[in-house]
Structures are given as C-alpha cells and as structure tokens.
C-alpha cells in the first residue's frame, strides 16, 4: 500500500524565551525523522508547515506536545501526494509576521468567528465588512464574496489599509487570512484604533475551505508550498494576464531579470513558455523549464 502523506500547518503566539536553542532541537528532530517543510520560530512563538507521511506527523504532534508552551495547538491538515517541501528549514526570526506596529495586545485581538459562523452572517444577510488581510497578489487570485481589498505590497501596509477604513468602526468587521496568524495581529490593530465590533476568522481560510469548498469563497487560495495553489472550486475571480480567460492560475516569469508573479492560465503557460511577455520569452537569462 502507498505511504500516505499530510501537511500540517500551525502556529501559536507564545513567549519562546530561547528560540535558537529550541530551533537546534527540532531541527535535529525533523532532520533525524525525514520531516520536511518551514518553521519559524521567534520570541513571540511559532509558525510551521511540516510535510510528511500520516506516521511522521503523528510522531511530530507528539513531540510539539511534550513543550509546555506548544500544548493545545490547533492543527490544519490535508492530504497530499507525497512531500510537498523540498526540504526541513528551521529559522529563527525577529517577529512571526512583522506589522511594523509595537506595542499591539494579542490578548486584545478580534472575536474567533468559527467558517459556519461566517456563513451564517452571508446567509442571514448580515450587515457587516469582510476584509482581506493578505498581501494584493494573494487576494487577487481569491477572496470571500463581497470582500474589501486593501491596497497591500506588504503586512506593513496593514495599518494604512485600517486607517482608510475608519468609515467602518462601528460596523461589523471580519477579517481573514490564510491560516490566522496575520489576523492575530491585524485585528488586534483594529481593535485599538477604536473598531467596536471586529472578528477574525478562526483558522483562515484554509479551515474554511476544508469544511466549505464550494460556499462563500471566490477563486483559488495562494499557500506557500510546492502545491502553490489550492482551488476548490471554479468561481474564478482573476484572468489569465495572456488571453482573459477565468483562472486562479500564476506563475512566475522565467526571465529571472523580470521574474513578476502574473495570472497565467495553465494553456498560456505553455505557449508562452513561462513569460510574462514576448521581451521576457526571449531574454536569455531564463529559469530552468521545468521549475513552475
Ligand atoms: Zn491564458
Ligand atoms: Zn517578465
């Protein structure tokens, strides 16, 4: 029988006193067990998607568990064909996600609003704002009906992005990200800046897609794994950048001097071998073919 293989993905805000110290262990742990995949750890906590087979990852659940400051972690999970990471990193960072603000109180941060809590809010007609909280290029591919957009090359931007919504500080708010990490913060933000009502969806999106594939949400989710995209259903919200046609498909051009992640659906992939553009088709500084 073929080995069957999960991804999890996880993070916990909690005080890490000496995250270089526990980064040697557990990376002496994945590298021991043949885990593969990201951990970030910092003085604020940790952020992790580890790949590997259904025994593996029970055998790393327990581990975690055996650190007093990583019990009761909530855990995302899906199939997978196989590893879907090349490799184990661990690394430590200054903060898990940077919002350049100081001084935010997690403990402060937006209602856990539950994926059927948030169908509830669509179907009873609720008046309230959906806001993404990820960076442009990863809303543009997907995002929740109705949702608002800010404007974000980066996390940084967030706290402009509130600013020009203040309009809404007495409405309610929802905020959504992939797994909840960033709306840990970004709510949080909003928050102090006097919004009355604010939510943030408990477990991102990918939760809610693995409980509602086909439900509230709009286009493929970008996750930063060798799978790159998860598409659950066909309600395309973006155009391939060639030809119009519906996707939720990007990749990167392959003129490494250009290298601009654009929507490109799977058929312009191949006829435009990879390029954003006919100047980029021909550069001769190109990414090896079979790299998406
Ligand atoms: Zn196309
Ligand atoms: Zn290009």
Not at 214 to 222: A, L, M, P, R, T
Request: net charge negative; glycine share 6%.
């Amino acid at each position: 029988m073929e080995a069957h293989f999960l991804i999890i993905s996880f993070y916990k805000y909690v005080n890490i006193p000496e995250p270089e110290v526990l980064r040697e262990e557990i990376l002496d742990y994945c590298i021991t067990t043949g885990l593969r995949g990201k951990i970030y750890l910092a003085n604020e906590g940790i952020n992790a998607s580890v790949s590997g087979t259904v025994e593996l990852i029970s055998g790393f659940k327990n581990y975690l568990e055996s650190f007093p400051y990583f019990k009761n972690i909530l855990f995302k999970e899906d199939t997978t064909e196989g590893f879907v990471f090349d490799k184990m990193h661990v690394r430590v960072k200054r903060e898990l996600v940077h919002l350049g603000v100081s001084g935010i109180s997690l403990e402060n941060g937006g209602k856990r609003l539950k994926p059927e809590d948030l169908n509830n809010f669509y179907e009873t007609g609720k008046d309230f704002i959906i806001i993404d909280t990820r960076n442009s290029w990863e809303s543009n591919i997907g995002h929740f009906k109705n949702a608002v957009l800010p404007e974000m090359h980066t996390f940084r931007d967030w706290e402009k992005a509130v600013d020009d919504l203040s309009n809404f500080k007495d409405k309610t708010v929802v905020t959504y990200c992939t797994g909840g990490i960033r709306c840990e913060k970004a709510s949080a933000l909003m928050v102090e800046k006097g919004f009355k009502d604010v939510y943030q969806l408990d477990g991102g999106i990918i939760t809610y897609l693995k409980q509602f594939p086909k439900s509230n949400w709009e286009g493929g989710c970008f996750v930063f794994d060798n799978r790159r995209l998860i598409e659950t259903n066909d309600n395309y919200v973006a155009n391939c950048s060639h030809c119009g046609k519906p996707t939720a498909k990007y990749i990167n051009c392959h003129n490494l001097d250009c290298d601009k992640l654009f929507v490109c659906c799977e058929e312009c992939r191949h006829t435009h071998e990879y390029s954003c553009s006919e100047e980029c088709r021909k550069s001769e500084r190109r990414r090896d073919k079979n790299y998406d």
